[in-house]
Each structure stands twice: as structure tokens, then as C-alpha cells.
């Protein structure tokens, strides 16, 4: 995953997937594909998907009975994951994500030994700490790697969805963990990203 993880792999990730011309389906037709699937990278889990995704949904309704938004976040969080069962190998669609486009972060799992061979290492640009960002530009301006949290974010936003901000954090960032837990990245952070992150933090 961390050697082709780049800014050229991500660019054409994003050209192929954002063109939502792949399939229309309503949220319980892609839960029940999520049924054949299960992934390599949780650890936590080995079952399909469709159970997490009614297990996490629960967890919340018990904690926060009043938040229907939050209830339906959790549900559907990992829906992006469909794109492994339309040919995407799972390095690419699950495990955690960052950015790329900027000097890889320390928290990184496996930060050390997995860059070796990854094009973006060395760049004169990408390889610097802000990369091809200005400092505190914002989340929402930075390339993540890709992945199910990041088609899913797209795909939200490309048919308007109602979910609020909150939400959509939740859902883009929920494997952001070298920004949520090993605190990286910060230097991209605008003050809106800071306000969000204890809702992300509270997803996790």
C-alpha cells in the first residue's frame, strides 16, 4: 500500500472513481454487497461488513439516542469499501489513510520500512513537510491516499447529501489515525479542522 500510495496513484484513483458513472444503487442494495465482504486490514473484526456497519450504528443510538445523523454516520461509514468488490485490490480501498503530496507523517504505521520504493519519497516538493500545501490550508484542500473513507466522503458530497459537517468528517477522516491519534498533520490544519476533530475523535 505505502509504496504506491503517491500523488500520480491518487490522481488517477480520483479520475476514475469520481466520475460516479459506476453503478446507482440505494444504501441497503450496497450493505447487502458489503455482505460478501470482509476486511483484511481490521483487526478487530472478521465479519462481514453489513454487521459492523449495524453493530457501530447501535453503539451509537445506545450513547447518543437524540442524534439520529450520528446513528446513520455510523451506519453507513464504510460503504466506500464497495469499490473491492468491483475489482479494487483491498490495499487500496481499507487500512489507514494520510496524505500524500507532503513528507509522510511519523505515526504512520510502519512509517519507516514501507516508503522505501514509494515515487513521492524524494520528490524536491512532495518529500517537504508542507509539500505541495501552504501551511494551515485546510484538510479539505489536501490529497488523502485513497481509500473507501475518501470515495465515500465524494460520493456523499456529489449527490448533496443532508448529513451535517460533522458527519462528513467523521466519515473522510475515521482512518486518518496519523492525524486523530498520532496528532501529524497538525501543521495543515485550519481552525475548522481543529474544531471538528473531537467529533471524529468521539466516531472512533
Known sequence: MHTSQC?????????????????????????????????????????????????????????????????????????????????????????????????????????????????????????TKNGMYQEHCGLENVFMSWGHDEYLYHVLKHNNTRLPEEALYMIRFHSFYPWHHGRDYMHLCSEKDTRMLPYVLEFK
Not at 479520475?15 to 459506476?22: D, M, S
Not at 443510538?61 to 483491498?90: C, N, S
Open 7 to 127: 500523488v500520480d496513484f491518487v490522481k488517477a484513483k480520483r479520475e476514475k472513481w469520481l466520475k460516479f458513472n459506476k453503478c446507482q444503487m440505494t444504501v441497503m442494495e450496497a450493505m447487502e454487497l458489503l455482505n460478501q465482504l470482509v476486511d483484511e486490514s481490521d483487526p478487530d473484526i472478521d465479519l462481514p461488513n453489513i454487521m459492523h456497519a449495524f453493530q457501530t450504528a447501535e453503539r451509537i443510538r445506545e450513547a447518543y439516542p437524540d442524534h439520529d445523523w450520528f446513528h446513520l454516520t455510523g451506519f453507513i461509514h464504510d460503504l466506500g469499501k464497495v469499490m473491492a468488490l468491483w475489482g479494487e485490490p483491498q490495499w487500496c480501498v481499507v487500512g489507514d489513510t494520510f496524505p500524500v503530496g507532503c513528507a509522510f507523517g511519523e505515526s504512520i504505521v510502519y512509517q519507516s520500512s514501507t516508503f522505501g520504493k514509494n515515487p513521492d519519497l524524494h520528490h524536491p516538493i512532495y518529500s
